[in-house]
């Protein structure tokens, strides 16, 4: 028995687990599907969009789409009131959303993991410090701190991402320190003390992993909170600048014509519903597959 | 084998833990651990046995410094071991090493049984990768694995598997003491016969001095030298196994040994069941700590507390009335066999040598017990 199963390796075996857990979710595959269209219309804007996305067209502004009267297939989505092409903005808008989502989940996770690994294997008093910092970030409506930050920064979408990456950090380091909490007085824990691992390797090598079910799910679901929040400060002026083709820029800068020509903002107010509905979607699936809690036998 | 030389001693060892701590007055304590001198000879086997809650885990985590204790002092060969920290200690551990009661839980579920037992290595500094590559393939045909395991998960293994991958971890740095904390009462007990000879053969071959922590007296009585029987945090006595089984001197003892089952048709009972839960450590009773359960109490067992004294027979009780009592044991070793059943396990124990001789590493199935 040994000799017929010891070549199967173990790394397969778990990722196809997670793709069984995964399946059972239609919800969350079809929220992949849309995610994974999203990620390769971003990456191919260049090739896609038929405009540069921010070209005016003076002969052509307010455009209606294609298909309604007075449009024309040139733009198939229309343009706006300066002329530019509305399908290709939302195109290379994309490209920002996920760059956004990208860096600003990759700043808080690794700050927020860091801080919960330290805070749950730390003397009490330190422990307490950094929690009641993050009650105290917790305790701010998040958009409302997000905005107080980028006003001292200065508005822009590098000092928008920063923002909000601490906003959501909090998050993160209470998700990792519960996590840590529980490992570690596990038996596994304590036999690689007793193995002689030193502090930081317990602390990386030994409990990390056992914690980052629960952190991806997290993850996933901050990745369309960041993409809405970059929105909601790009709507309000304290994002990314004009003329950068951001969805929530794009929203503010179309907000005069909302009654006259409704193609302005429903399309990229569409592209931020869908983005962020099909990730939400994918990061429930995840959590199913994920979350030992939910698993079922 | 010197008889004197210690390699592991305990010298008044107390353990408090804080239970509830109210806002105003003293906080509530347990003494789970109140004031035990150990004293294990090197070479031996010797066995710690007790009811639940008695300490008996907590004797043996602070052993290894798992747990720091309150008072008292922990000796490895002659040194003071009590207050070690950072480098000293991990020096310290690596020659004294552990094994888990639950093989599910002592094992980290992301790394490869390779990976586990190259970390006590890796920790130590220990060879070269390839050396350290070479060790972990040794150590698991040590244990009656294959070479080839190295690169599975441990849910993959079951409960007697992990427990030797668990064994073959703790060996791995070449220990003097291996401590186990009810190191098979997790298995079934086909399996457990398969570790406690691997253990009985493993503490031959690297000459290592095995501490037991355990409820089942069978297993105690096949494995070790001398038995500590611990009550409510206290060591009530010291004797050689045989002794112990066969001579008991402490009431305690003696109430333990007839909750064996006699597998003899019509066996015997001693009608000794101990009545009663053990008493709250919080509020230990008075006087000798076992007086409420024990039938032999007497107003002196009531107010003075018995110490621990040794015997002429190098045996330790801590009963009154150890002296003009006489209490009931176990008949002794084999004699619960007919003389035909001892002859068919003499051909057995034969043959598994002669098998294990041209197999070293095959663990033996036997389930004699």
Known sequence: MAETTTNTPARPGRLREFWRYFRENRGAVIGLYVFAAFVALALGADLIAPHDPTVQDRTATLLPPAWSEGGSWSFPLGTDPLGRDILSRLLHGARYSFFVGIVVVVIAATGGILLGLIAGFAPKWLDTIIMRIMDIILSFPSLLLALVLVAILGPSLLNAMIAIAIVLQPHYVRLTRAAVMTERTKDYVVSARVAGAGRARLMFITVLPNCLAPIIVQAALSFSNAILDVAALGFLGMGAQPPTPEWGTMLAEAREFILRAWWVVTFPGLAILITVLSINLMGDGLRDALDPKLKRS | ?369
């Open chain 2, 1 to 369: 084998m010197d008889g004197r030389d210690l390699i592991l001693e305990t010298r008044a060892l107390r353990r408090r833990f804080v239970t509830r701590k109210p806002l105003f007055g003293p906080p509530v304590e347990v003494r789970a651990v109140d004031g035990i001198d150990l004293r294990v000879r090197r070479g031996e086997t010797f066995a710690i046995v007790g009811e639940s809650g008695c300490g008996k885990s907590t004797l043996a985590r602070m052993l290894v410094r798992l747990i720091d204790p309150s008072e008292g002092a922990i000796r490895f060969e002659n040194r003071d071991i009590t207050r070690l920290e950072g480098a000293e200690l991990r020096e310290m551990r690596r020659h004294l090493q552990f094994i888990f009661q639950d093989p599910f839980a002592s094992l980290n579920p992301r790394m490869t049984v390779g990976a586990l037992l190259e970390e006590p290595l890796r920790a130590h500094g220990i060879g070269t990768p390839e050396e350290r590559r070479a060790r972990v393939a040794e150590l698991l045909g040590r244990v009656g694995l294959l070479p080839q395991h190295a690169s599975r998960y441990p849910h993959e293994f079951s409960g007697g598997q992990r427990q030797r991958i668990g064994i073959a971890r703790a060996l791995a740095v070449s220990p003097k003491v291996l401590i186990g904390d009810e190191p098979v009462s997790a298995l079934d007990v086909s399996i457990q016969a398969q570790v406690v000879n691997l253990l009985q053969d493993l503490k031959e071959e690297f000459a290592l001095t095995l501490i037991i922590i355990a409820h089942d007296l069978a297993v105690i009585r096949h494995m070790a030298d001398r038995v500590g029987v611990m009550y409510l945090g206290q060591l009530v006595e010291v004797a050689p196994a045989d002794q112990l089984f066969t001579r008991p001197r402490h009431p305690y003892t003696e109430a333990l040994l007839s909750a064996i089952p006699v597998p003899r048709v019509g066996a015997k009972r001693a009608a000794r069941a101990l009545e009663g839960d053990p008493p709250n450590p919080i509020d230990p009773p008075s006087g000798c700590r076992f007086h409420p359960r024990c039938p032999y109490a007497t107003e002196l067992c009531r107010t003075t507390v018995p110490e621990l004294a040794i015997g002429a027979d190098g045996a330790s009780v801590a009963c009154h009335r150890a002296q003009e009592l006489t209490l009931e044991g176990l008949a002794a070793e084999g004699g619960g066999r007919s003389p035909d059943a001892e002859k068919r396990f003499a051909l057995y124990r034969a043959r598994r040598s002669e098998r294990e001789g041209a197999n070293p590493s095959s663990p033996s199935q036997l389930t004699e017990i």
